[in-house]
């Protein structure tokens, strides 16, 4: 119960930060762009999209602090922006 609750925290923030943005629209699945369509327009995009992905790691917390870290080395896996 504790791990499904966990999932739907990082379910939820992914949402909140918009990092669907990052998945390219050919990766995602049907019943994913229907979600994302329904979800999303509740939340703000105004932040660019590295601001927004290192707030949702922050938030998410330190595993997932130093999941950035291990991105911010392979620059082939994210965009520059």
């Known amino acids: 119960m504790k791990q499904l609750m966990r999932l739907f925290t990082i379910l939820r923030v992914s949402m909140k930060y918009r990092l669907d943005t990052f998945i390219p629209q050919s990766r995602q699945q049907l019943l994913t762009k229907l979600l994302i369509k329904v979800i999303t327009p509740f939340y703000s995009t105004d932040d660019d999209r590295g601001v927004r992905l ?23 896996l994210l965009p520059p922006d």
């Not at 917390?61 to 620059?75: A, D, E, I, N």
């Open 54 to 76: 290192r707030t949702a790691l922050q938030e998410l917390g330190p595993v997932f602090v130093k999941f950035g870290q291990l991105l911010s080395t392979r620059r082939d």
